[in-house]
């Protein structure tokens, strides 16, 4: 008697800490779909941070920044991280910086893709780099004199 008691406790118990437990799962990103379960993928809206006229892939953090603010410019290096692969970024930049009146000036292809804009009185290098477990995005923005890039510099 006492053991079938006890036994009875015990499955009552196992119940109880089950519905508990499915309780707590239900605020979680699972989405009933037809019959299926399909984790719903949280999608991050990009936004502009230290660039106003840069838009950032909301999948990216900023890992470490130095940044030159004034009134009418800013410039400097934002170096950001996350869990995007090179190709969707390459693309998610190539698309929007136009948006922002960006010219494209060249595309560097490799394991460190380099792409270069330019646009009124300044230039913009944004490098890419996959590593093992996350990519690196430098955003790097800087003046330019009014006359452009001197004919005796590099770039000749």
């Known amino acids: 008697m006492r053991q079938s008691r006890l036994m009875r406790t015990g499955i009552i118990l ?60 800013s410039g400097g290096v934002l170096t950001l991280k996350g869990r995007v692969d090179m190709i969707s970024l390459v693309t998610f930049f190539t698309a929007n910086m136009p948006k922002d009146s960006w010219i494209v000036v060249s595309e560097f292809k490799s394991p460190r893709t380099k792409l270069l804009f330019q646009k009124d009185r300044k230039r913009c290098v944004i490098s890419i780099s996959e590593g093992i477990l996350k990519t690196e995005v430098e955003v790097w923005v800087a003046p330019t004199t009014e006359e452009g890039v001197p004919d005796n510099g590099l770039l000749r």
């Open 14 to 73: 196992t119940a109880v800490l089950f519905f508990i437990t499915a309780a707590g799962c239900g605020d979680s990103q699972w989405v009933k779909k037809g019959t299926s379960l399909f984790q719903k993928k949280k999608e991050l809206a990009p936004r502009y941070l230290d660039f106003e006229d840069i838009l950032i892939p909301g999948e990216l953090e900023v890992d470490k920044k130095s940044v030159y603010q004034s009134p009418g410019f």
